[in-house]
Every structure is written in structure tokens, then in C-alpha cells.
């Protein structure tokens, strides 16, 4: 057959066309990408928190630590203050020791508490006296400034990191004002018609801390009455800091006796 006849070049040509028919089907990708993926699963990728070391231990706590103060001897006992400090703050406060005795024992009862809890809000010893307890809460207060004296000096000012890691100052302490000066005046004596009254006070600068009698009626019911209201009219006076204080019931004429006395030791007193 010769080569230019028309059966050898169609069959040629169609041997050429299968050939590129093949070469192209060999070419084709084994697959979609995507439905590979989804057959096979793609191999998860790892998380940057599985790509991290864990870290290990936790923060370092603030140690907590005890002072003591000194102990103050009061007209009615001791006292002396233990602090409980964490970071240089006060945490808690307790009495070591307290007036104990007689109406002592009330008196610490009632104010010991109330000065515990002072201490902690106010962070210092500027705190104020309990009424009715006025030698134990000035005992209290020097041996809690004695207590704080005693932590500064063994680095009780350390503060704790703040946000950014260092180390926060802390907070320096007010400037301790310098304490009233004391003084004892004792009023004139009062003439009522079941006998004398007469007050004597103490005073810290023009402020009364401690009013007591130091005569007044007694005998028969006398002596009943003025147990019953003189306590009474000491603690007004305390309270009230002037000679403006409501008589007592049943006690009209040592009251009134004890208001001009009162008010005669205020005068001196230049009050």
C-alpha cells in the first residue's frame, strides 16, 4: 500500500488522535484536592497553647508576721498590743495584755474589741479612745505605735509587685502629730442641799478624757443616789466635752451641783 493512500492516512490520523487522547487522560490530577482532604483528613494543625511548655509552680505568697509592742503601764494595768502584719499592712490586732479587775474587766471587754478593729482600718495608731476607756485606749495606742516602730525598722515597708513586676513603694505613713499636753483641773466646789459636788477632770489639750467627782452628797439615800448618777454624769460630760449635759432622773440637785462645778473647771481649764 502506498504510503499516500487515503486508508493508511486515516488510520494514521486516527492512531494520533487516540495517543493524545491518552497523553492527556496520564496528565490529569489523580484527584480533586478537596475531595481528597475530605476523604482522607487533613492532619490537624497544632495549637499554639499544644506548642508551649506549660508553666510550672505557682505565685510565691507574702509571708505573714508577728510584733509585739511594748508594754504600757496604765493607773489601771497594763497593756501591750500584738500585730499581725502581711506586706507591710496590719491584718489583724490583739491586746497581750489589758486591765483586768473590778469594773476593769467590763471596760476592757467593751473597748479592746473596738480598738483591735480601729487599729486594722486605720493602719497607724491615730485611732481614736473608747469612751469610758480612756487609760486603756491611751496604754493601746503607744503600745501599738511601739509595735509599728519595731516593724519599719525590720523592713515592714516591703510592698508587693505591681501590674508591670516591680516592685510597688509603699505607702509612707502620716506624720504623727505631736500628742495634746494633759492636764488635771479640778472644779469649784458646788453647795447643793444634800451637800457638796465637786469635779475634777483630765483634759489633753481643751478635750475632756476623764471626768470624776470629787465630793458629792452622801448618807441615807444619798449615797445611793449619787452611785447611781455620778457614773453617769462623768460619762455625759466625756461625751459631751462641755457642761451641757441632761441632768439625771431623780438626781435633780446633784446634777445641778455637778454641771456648775463642771463648768467651773472648764473656765480654768480656758474651755
Do not use: C, F, W
Not at 478593729?117 to 511601739?146: C, E, H, M, P, R
Amino acid at each position: 500500500m502506498k504510503k499516500s493512500h487515503p486508508i493508511r492516512r486515516t488510520m494514521l490520523a486516527a492512531a494520533a488522535t487516540v495517543s493524545g487522547i491518552v497523553l492527556l487522560l496520564s496528565l490529569k490530577p489523580a484527584g480533586d484536592p478537596a475531595a481528597a482532604s475530605a476523604q482522607g483528613g487533613a492532619a490537624p494543625q497544632q495549637t499554639a497553647a499544644g506548642q508551649e511548655s506549660p508553666q510550672g509552680g505557682s505565685a510565691q505568697q507574702t509571708g505573714t508576721r508577728t510584733v509585739t509592742g511594748d508594754v504600757v503601764k496604765t493607773e489601771y494595768g497594763p497593756v501591750q498590743v500584738r500585730l499581725s502584719l502581711s506586706d507591710g499592712r496590719i491584718v489583724k490586732a490583739d491586746a497581750v495584755q489589758a486591765p483586768q479587775g473590778g469594773t476593769s474587766d467590763q471596760k476592757t471587754a467593751l473597748a479592746v474589741p473596738r480598738l483591735n478593729k480601729a487599729a486594722v482600718a486605720a493602719q497607724s495608731a491615730d485611732i481614736d479612745a473608747v469612751s469610758g476607756a480612756t487609760y486603756t485606749s491611751g496604754g493601746y495606742k503607744k503600745s501599738l505605735q511601739s509595735a509599728l516602730d519595731k516593724a519599719k525598722a525590720t523592713g515592714g515597708g516591703s510592698g508587693s509587685a505591681g501590674p508591670s513586676g516591680t516592685s510597688a513603694s509603699p505607702k509612707a505613713p502620716a506624720a504623727k502629730a505631736p500628742a495634746a499636753q494633759t492636764r488635771v483641773i479640778t472644779g469649784d466646789v458646788a453647795r447643793t442641799e444634800y451637800g457638796p459636788v465637786q469635779v475634777r477632770l483630765v483634759l489633753a489639750g481643751t478635750k475632756i478624757t476623764k471626768a470624776e467627782t470629787v465630793q458629792a452628797p452622801s448618807g441615807g439615800r444619798s449615797t445611793q443616789v449619787t452611785a447611781d448618777a455620778v457614773p453617769k454624769l462623768n460619762q455625759e460630760a466625756v461625751a459631751a466635752g462641755s457642761a451641757d449635759i441632761d441632768a439625771v432622773s431623780g438626781a435633780t440637785y446633784t446634777s445641778g451641783g455637778y454641771k456648775k462645778s463642771l463648768q467651773s473647771a472648764l473656765d480654768k481649764a480656758g474651755g
